[in-house]
């Protein structure tokens, strides 16, 4: 099955960028986050004008650590179900062998 790609103008540091996605309402949203950490990098006091590669980098590494807590914080949610589900598995197999 194959998707559409849509075209759409994006706009970040003040370039505009067209980017090719089936999904242009989440890649409209996903530009905007990466225009948001942008300005805070800018805010923290890089250089907007002259250092828009060391913006683009430390934007980059903001995003990875947040991607990196949140595939920490989900692999121990997902441990915990897995114990739990485990648990719960090895309880029935016990109550069934207690009725056979």
């Known amino acids: ?7 759409k103008r994006i706009r970040l540091l003040g370039q505009d ?3 090719k996605s089936s999904e242009s309402a ?3 949203k996903i530009a905007d986050y990466v225009d948001k950490k ?3 990098v800018i805010d923290s006091g ?3 004008d002259s ?9 980059c590494l903001e995003i990875a650590g947040e991607l990196f807590l949140y ?3 989900n692999q121990t949610i997902l441990n ?3 114990k739990k589900s485990n648990f719960l598995i090895e309880l029935i197999d016990e109550k069934l062998k207690e009725n056979l």
């Open 1 to 7: 099955m194959n998707k559409k790609l849509n075209v």
């Open 17 to 19: 960028y067209l980017i």
């Open 26 to 28: 989440e890649m409209l």
């Open 38 to 40: 942008m300005q805070e």
């Open 46 to 48: 890089v250089d907007k």
């Open 51 to 59: 250092q828009q590669l060391r913006i683009a980098v430390f934007t």
């Open 71 to 73: 595939k920490k914080k």
């Open 80 to 82: 915990k179900i897995e």
